[in-house]
């Protein structure tokens, strides 16, 4: 079952505000060779609404992971990883902090509010590159990712 998630399509929703962040992530995933269709959300209300499906995104497509920065405009990333794991419908969608603080109080915060996992974002093209390798070889090789609800 593991194996056939890397033959089918990969619906990654990347909550991001920066354009740069925005055109690396997109570059390294593309780089990576990960068959998938990254979806954007520049501010945590979009986020939601995408999630929930609601006006523009009335048929956005259940995303397989989740890239969640923390410092978002409109609702930060912990508003919106406190949302998605206390929403029973969207808790089981693996969020991946992706961000650069790599403070001890943010790490902290995000796993209290049930974060799957949390990446510092590097500099530099080659190892943001090397990061996005990372987790396509943990969340689309090795982990069994939950089925849509």
């Not at 990254?38 to 979009?46: N, R, T």
């Not at 049930?114 to 969340?139: D, M, T």
């Amino acid at each position: 079952m593991v194996t056939k998630r890397l033959h089918k399509l990969i619906e990654i929703l990347l909550v991001e505000d920066s354009p740069a962040d925005i055109l690396i992530t997109r570059e390294a995933f593309e780089e990576a060779k990960l068959l998938n269709s990254i979806h954007v959300a520049e501010d945590g209300v979009q986020a939601m609404e995408f999630l929930r499906r609601q006006g523009r995104y009335a048929s956005a497509p259940r995303p397989d992971l989740i890239l969640l920065d923390l410092n978002l405009p409109r609702k930060n990333g912990r508003e919106v990883l406190a949302e998605i794991k206390n929403d029973p419908d969207l808790k089981a969608i693996p969020v991946i902090i992706l961000t650069t603080s790599g403070a001890d109080e943010d790490i902290l915060k995000a796993y209290d509010l049930h974060a799957n996992c949390y990446v510092v974002k590097p500099v530099g093209f080659e190892s943001f590159l090397k990061a996005v390798q990372s987790i396509r070889n943990f969340w689309f090789s090795v982990v069994a990712l939950p089925p849509e609800n």
